[in-house]
């Protein structure tokens, strides 16, 4: 059991994240605290939570290189991730380890609640939870294949995790900046595995905390800018294994039944509050195409710096 961290100023979340795992039946058979480049951090880990195993990440600071400094602590086949600010409630590792007992599944992933910190925006839509980090509208209800998890709620099969070398080391969240790290590892492990497939599994769920910075239209239409900027940041990563066919489902039935529902709703019951969200959906998915945009723009630039250059090869 891996949780990542990296600022002592989500303490209070991180205690409860940690706890949230000790309460768990079965128990892991350690909880281990990456510490992403705070030996402050580390400290006050080791000396307030001795039954923690502190890791400490002193390669590229971000998210990434901390869950793999985790991972490479941990002597078990299987390995789960839970964010510093995120709470397992009861019964998740149970729920969330199950499948990977089938054959071909390489990783699972459960159902992230939002958990505000302030008042809900009334404006703020159901398909666009992913914004805050939470499961959205239009997931699978029950047990099904998907094509990608979330790091915050996910456990792997620790050979398909090694055969790819973990986390992409140079691609990932680095403080407030976003990218679909967790979605790149998801498509090499599935390819790397001739066919391995992930499992969502509705029923394994945690809290993820939203904090009042994050209930703001400023910081929705942000976070969907860099949502569709790192998707294609991650194209370039992945090659011929680039895979958008979710963003591609979700822009082409999810958004659109979401704009006529709030729109139906505005008008036959003179919803405000569903016209507000029909906007919120418009706007939102103006941000990421504008953000797909820009890195698509940065592509030629990046070539060309790397035009003549052999790459060096990845461990």
């Known amino acids: 059991m891996i949780i ?12 409860r994240a940690i706890d949230s795992v000790e309460r768990q039946e079965p128990r892991a058979e350690a909880t281990i605290v990456a510490v992403d480049n705070n030996p402050g951090l580390a400290e006050r880990l080791r000396s307030s939570r001795p039954a923690a195993v502190v890791v400490e990440n002193h390669m590229g600071q971000g998210a990434s290189n901390a869950r793999n400094a ?22 998740w590792l149970a729920a969330l380890l199950a499948p990977l007992a089938e054959d071909g599944v390489v990783g699972v992933g459960g159902a992230v609640a939002a958990a505000w910190q302030t008042d809900r925006p009334r404006w703020f839509p159901d398909e666009f939870a992913w914004v805050v980090g939470a499961s959205y509208r239009g997931l699978p209800e029950a047990t099904s294949p998907v094509r990608n998890v979330w790091s915050e709620n996910m456990a792997v099969k620790r050979d398909a995790f090694d055969a790819v ?30 066919g391995g497939r992930w499992m969502y599994v509705p029923s394994a769920v945690v809290d993820h905390e939203v904090p ?18 790192g998707k294609i940041e991650m194209t370039y990563h992945l090659g011929d294994q680039q895979d958008l066919s979710s963003e591609n489902d979700w822009l082409r039935h999810t958004v659109p ?18 016209a507000a969200r029909a906007a919120a959906l418009a706007g939102g998915t103006f941000a990421a195409a504008i953000g797909a945009g820009a890195g698509m723009l940065r592509r030629p630039r990046r070539r060309a710096r790397t035009a003549g250059v052999r790459p060096r090869s990845r461990v």
């Open 70 to 91: 985790g991972a490479a602590a941990a002597l078990t086949p299987y390995l789960a991730f839970l964010d510093d600010d995120a709470s397992a409630r009861d019964g």
């Open 257 to 274: 039944r979401g704009l006529i529902r709030h729109l139906r709703a505005a008008v036959t019951r003179a919803s405000a509050d569903d």
């Open 165 to 194: 070398g973990g986390f992409r080391s140079d691609f990932g969240k680095v403080g407030h900046t976003s990218r679909p790290e967790d979605t790149d590892l998801c498509i090499r492990m599935s390819a790397a595995s001739a």
């Open 4 to 15: 990542a961290c990296y600022t002592e100023d989500r303490w209070a979340s991180l205690v």
């Open 212 to 229: 009042a910075d994050r209930a703001t239209l400023r910081f929705f239409l942000r976070r969907s800018y860099w949502e569709g900027l």
